[in-house]
């Protein structure tokens, strides 16, 4: 309890007077001295007129008492009250703190920086006393700087239970003063008391919350010199840029494939999944992920830290323009290379095994709605690196690597499951192939420039191919195409095909399957003689012998995955190839879509797993490769 100090100064009068000698009825003087029955002594008088105090934090000094005594008594001067024992009190009567106060952490009891005493004066016989407050002050240049730092921590797509936090060691949260942890959906806030422009956010830890894939310490991402102004991205992009300053924003997302207005720092890529650009770096970030627990797990000496982002951008510097997939071949027989060769001693054989393995996987990697990439993550860190240890520890079998490389998502599929449906193959298009379709009258269909009827056209395909015929104008309108298996057909013919066998009349697309009929005749519904010739025969694999290679002196594009050699598992569009040997300085390929034929591409380009189609003619599994029919058409 909190007593007023005139309460305590009534009591020490009422005991004075009580212990005075004087007679009956009249009380003694507060100025009485003890015990002498006379009334010659006065108290001393407190002069002060100012009693709250003000005074700034950070010194000591706080007030004086100011006191006199009428009968000129020596006064002793002491202090009292609630928070006293902050204070000395000088022989002249001068207060101040024991220890200079701080704003920021008040000591009173009251914790408000409100300092309630009492001034005592006392001469040899009696004691005089007034209330003082000592309010202490801000001084603002010792204020704390504060700064918030907002921003998402993301991977395979948000991570959750990350641990968030300004880096005092390189490379680890250990010893950060300033942390965070990140919400489900990878976000997080944290605030420090300094908000200067070189220091390094990094996460670490935490999980996926579709899939519960735990991500233990080494899975760290870091951004240098975050922003208060604007939330910001700490994914595996941003390390690359960490552990590389040097390479600018645009080389880095160039030798990538991003956009140039993605924003590495600023942007979320899973904000928007149904922009193409946002896409790709989702993709990007989840791919870079894997690769990098890959290469900590089979490195050696390997511990956490940038040196798998360092070795990685290290290799994308070097790339061509062209090459901007992560999935390219090249790239990852580069980054194995440059990483795990030399240290682990690989065999020729392990490093195609190695790159043909990992970079078919990441080819098939896409982002969906439907949580994707968290199963492809979740894949790749679990059982795609498991099966590359078995490649580095000479365990893998051949079958399994080429079960992973020419048919990765029933790879996939088989050794994971995952609750967001089943695993399609993004590439799908590697298995389409166009082909334009118009008309001359009503004499003849001409498919690709090619005269259907006077030439004996012939589209081979496998199962699993497809067909799509592109009409231009009122082709079909005016002359409807359909197949049937009688050559010449009519519509009366009993041959017509349709949905059970493949073939969709509205799209004029031919999707072959078991129930496709090993040939098949186009033909005129309204017309007879447009498609005389031409056919379309159902193989088991392509022949270089049923393509009409002679005139084949130009160079081709091919869609596809290299079969075998140091490239093998590169897939999408090649560039510059040729049928036959030019007699130059090439390198063959031969193509899993394509088996048994092989393809000479030029020493100087190739750029494996490229995804873009070129203005090259594409490679078709036609029966001729001409530049004439010799229908007076131009060639294919």
Request: proline share 3%.
């Amino acid at each position: 309890m909190k007593l007023s100090n005139k309460f305590v100064s009534a009591i020490c009068v009422l005991a004075i007077s009580a212990c005075g000698g004087g007679g009956g009825g009249g009380g003694s003087s507060v100025g009485d001295s003890y015990g002498s029955g006379s009334s010659s002594n006065s108290p001393p008088t407190i002069n002060n007129t100012v009693l709250n105090i003000s005074v700034m934090e950070n010194q000591t000094s706080a007030f004086q008492i100011e006191a006199s005594d009428a009968d000129g008594d020596t006064i002793t001067y002491s202090v009292g009250g609630e928070d006293q024992e902050f204070f000395n009190v000088s022989t002249s009567g001068i207060v101040t703190f024991k220890v200079a106060p701080d704003f920021e952490s008040p000591s009173d009891a009251n914790a408000d920086n409100v300092y309630d005493i009492s001034g005592i004066a006392s001469d040899s016989g009696s004691m005089a006393s007034k209330d003082f407050t000592v309010t202490v002050t801000n001084d603002p240049s010792d204020d704390v700087t504060t700064a918030d730092y907002d921003g998402i921590y993301i991977g395979t797509g948000p991570i959750q239970g990350a641990t968030v936090c300004i880096e005092v060691t390189p490379d680890t949260c250990t010893g950060a003063q300033y942390t965070t942890t990140t919400a489900q959906d990878g976000t997080f806030s944290l605030t420090s008391d300094s908000d200067a422009t070189d220091i390094v956010i990094r996460g670490e830890g935490g999980f996926d919350p579709v899939t519960n894939l735990q991500f233990d310490d080494v899975y760290t991402f870091a951004l240098g010199q975050p922003v208060t102004d604007q939330n910001f991205v700490v994914s595996p992009l941003s390390s690359m840029l960490y552990a590389k300053p040097s390479q600018t924003y645009e080389t880095l997302k160039s030798r990538l494939g991003l956009d140039s207005n993605f924003m590495i720092r600023f942007d979320n890529p899973f904000s928007n999944l149904d922009s193409a650009i946002y896409n790709k770096a989702a993709v990007v970030n989840a791919q870079l992920l894997v690769l990098y627990k890959i290469l900590m797990d089979l490195h050696p000496t390997f511990t956490v830290g940038n040196g798998q982002y360092y070795l990685a951008t290290d290799v994308v510097k070097e790339r061509s323009e062209n090459e901007t997939s992560l999935g390219d071949t090249a790239f990852i027989k580069d980054l194995y290379a440059n990483s795990l060769q030399n240290s682990l001693s690989l065999s020729s054989q392990q490093l195609i095994d190695l790159s043909s393995g990992t970079s078919a996987y990441m080819q098939k990697m896409y982002a969906n709605s439907s949580n994707s990439l968290s199963h492809f993550t979740k894949a790749g860190v679990e059982e795609l690196l498991q099966l590359m240890g078995s490649v580095v520890d000479g365990t893998s079998t051949s079958t399994e690597i080429d079960k992973l490389t020419f048919n990765t998502i029933d790879w996939i599929n088989e050794n994971t499951s995952w609750a967001g449906g089943t695993i399609t193959d993004n590439e799908s298009s590697l298995k389409t192939t166009n082909y334009s379709l118009s008309n001359n009258g009503s004499s003849n269909y001409i498919v690709d420039n090619v005269n259907a009827s006077s030439t004996e056209f012939i589209i081979y395909v496998k199962e699993g191919d497809v067909i799509q015929f592109d009409a231009a104008g009122s082709v079909t309108s005016n002359h409807p195409f359909k197949m049937s298996t009688v050559q010449n057909a009519t519509s009366s013919d009993s041959g017509m095909i349709g949905t059970a066998e493949g073939w969709n009349e509205n799209t004029l697309t031919l999707t072959v399957g078991a129930n496709t009929p090993d040939t098949i005749y186009p033909y005129c519904d309204f017309h007879s003689g447009m498609y005389t010739n031409g056919k379309i025969v159902k193989v088991t694999s392509y022949a270089m012998s049923n393509i009409d290679i002679t005139n084949a002196s130009s160079a081709l594009q091919v869609k596809g995955t290299v079969s075998s050699g140091p490239f093998k598992g590169a897939s999408g569009y090649t560039y510059k190839v040729y049928l036959t040997s030019q007699g130059g300085s090439e390198h063959t390929h031969e193509f899993y879509e394509y088996p048994g034929l092989t393809f000479y591409m030029t020493a100087d380009q190739g750029y494996h797993g490229a995804m873009n189609s070129s203005e090259d003619s594409m490679f078709k599994p036609k029966s001729h490769y001409a530049s004439s029919d010799g229908g007076g058409n131009s060639g294919y």
